[in-house]
């Protein structure tokens, strides 16, 4: 049974982690995923922005101030470098009514606000007539000429697509003679995604917060499933213990009523009435035993509603001394027993025959418990009237102080020394307490000792003096 549990749990365990991790990995998945199709459809989407005449016509405009220049370049008017700013200017000029037909356009498609676009020229070549290149722009060599867009690092960026462009251009060389030059162009469209992961976090915030209240369910389920586990454990091994227990309490008055009545239906007995007579006193005497024993389980077992109670009006401290009177009687000779009961003239209201009964099983307990020194202490306090029972017994470790008061919980003992009992007898307590409206607690250190503390409250029984 025991390594039946302990598989169960690994198990759940073990479940639990492969769940949650597969939770974990499909959760990352889906998170990838949708960055990627997010980045997909803004893309198409772009692409139905910056795919229009418009555009095509403002693109259009720019590299033609760009070719016009080409001449005065070809001729040593101006610099490459100056050529090349020409186009850049040219692009200038018109980025701010493509950035205005871009932002209507997100509006129009549907595109986040987040979504930047970027058009650079990548490589310019220059073809002559002799078939000779000259690279003006290179590309993944030289620094690319913003044309279109928000400028962004390529980096951060994502490619859309290249675009290629090839035009051909006369002019005037420095000869004088007509020359025609060819024009080689690629433009790369970029898009870059501001705060990506914080869109796509948003898009399944709902899908998250339910897969995190799933694993919190199965977590809260697991661990209320193995505390379970280990609740209906413990009730049956104190079960099994009290069904030890109980056998064991009856084995001897049952093998006395044994030999008791073989002795009776003895011939030798029949005839010597002494023998006889002895016989029948020692059945009786286990009979009463029984009946004992059987009463204890059953009138222990009562819950505090259970209990009847036959109240009457007592002043507290004279019925304790009382209790403690008739107990020194019964205390061995080698037990120390001290009392310090406060005078006081509080009335109320109880039944002496239950309260008695309480403070009587806790003054057992300090003896069977090992105590050679026990004091019984009573004394009003704010509200309360407050018996406590201290004594230097094995005391109770802190685990286990939390169960003594629950019915048949016994500390294991099994390797050290049989104290007899059937662990009722501080439930009982708790319950005769309780039918008193009252708190009945312990404070103890394992091979200290333990005290006992019982609190009634002084009102409690006041409205029955008023009647
Ligand atoms: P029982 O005495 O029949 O075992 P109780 O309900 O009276 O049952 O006590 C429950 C358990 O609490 C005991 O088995 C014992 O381990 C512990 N206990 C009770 N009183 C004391 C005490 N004074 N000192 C140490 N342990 C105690």
């Not at 070809?74 to 037909?101: H, M, P, Q, S, W």
């Not at 239906?265 to 059987?294: M, P, V």
């Not at 006081?344 to 806790?362: C, G, P, Q, R």
């Amino acid at each position: 049974m025991q390594i039946k549990s302990k598989a169960l749990i690994a198990g759940a365990i073990i479940a639990l982690i492969a769940l949650t991790t597969m939770q974990g990995y499909l959760t990352f998945n889906t998170f990838d995923l949708r960055k990627k199709s997010f980045a997909v459809e803004s893309r198409t989407k772009i692409g139905g922005i910056v795919s229009t005449s418009y555009v095509d016509s403002l693109s259009w405009y720019y590299r033609m101030d760009f070719v016009k220049k080409i001449p005065d370049y070809k001729t040593g008017k101006i610099t490459k470098d100056e050529l090349l700013l020409e186009l850049e200017n040219a692009a200038k000029a018109r980025n701010v009514k493509f950035l205005d037909y871009y932002n209507q356009g997100k509006s129009h498609f549907d595109l986040d606000e987040r979504v930047l676009f970027k058009k650079e020229a990548s490589t310019i070549q220059l073809i002559d007539k002799n078939g000779n290149t000259e690279d003006l722009l290179i590309e993944n060599k030289d620094e690319p000429i913003f044309l279109l867009g928000t400028d962004f690092i390529n980096d951060d960026g994502l490619l859309i697509n290249n675009w290629n462009w090839t035009f051909d251009e006369d002019f005037i060389n420095s000869d004088q003679e007509l020359e025609n030059i060819v024009i080689k162009y690629r433009a790369s469209l970029y898009m870059k995604i501001l705060d990506w992961d914080k869109i796509i976090l948003k898009q399944l915030l709902l899908l998250f917060f339910i897969a995190f209240l799933l694993f919190v369910f199965v977590i809260t389920l697991v661990t209320y499933s193995i505390r379970n586990l280990f609740k209906i454990k413990r009730i049956s091994d104190i079960k099994t213990d009290f069904i030890n227990n109980i056998t064991h309490e009856l084995k001897t008055p049952l093998a006395t009523l044994s030999i008791a009545t073989k002795t009776l239906t003895n011939k030798f007995a029949k005839d010597n009435k002494e023998i006889a007579q002895d016989s029948i006193d020692t059945i009786n005497r286990q009979n009463k035993r029984l009946q004992n024993l059987i009463d204890q389980v059953v009138d222990n077992s009562l819950g505090y509603n259970d209990i009847d109670l036959n109240s009457e009006s007592v002043i507290l401290s004279e019925f304790i001394t009382e209790v403690c009177n008739d107990f020194a009687l019964t205390t061995p000779s080698n037990i120390q027993f001290l009392r310090s009961i406060e005078k006081t003239k509080i009335e109320v209201s109880i039944d002496k025959f239950y309260l008695s009964t309480a403070i009587i099983n806790i003054l057992n307990n300090a003896i069977k418990f090992e105590g050679t020194v026990i004091k019984l202490t009573y004394s009003t306090i704010d509200n309360w009237h407050r018996i406590t029972i201290k004594d230097n017994g094995i005391g109770i470790s802190k685990t286990n102080k939390k169960l003594i008061f629950d019915k048949f919980f016994r500390v294991s003992e099994k390797n050290t020394h049989d104290y007899k009992g059937l662990g009722l007898g501080l439930y009982y307590c708790n319950q005769i307490v309780k039918a008193h409206h009252g708190i009945i607690d312990v404070v103890s250190k394992l091979n200290e000792g333990s005290t006992f503390y019982i609190k009634i409250p002084i009102d409690h029984g006041k409205e029955n003096f008023i009647s």
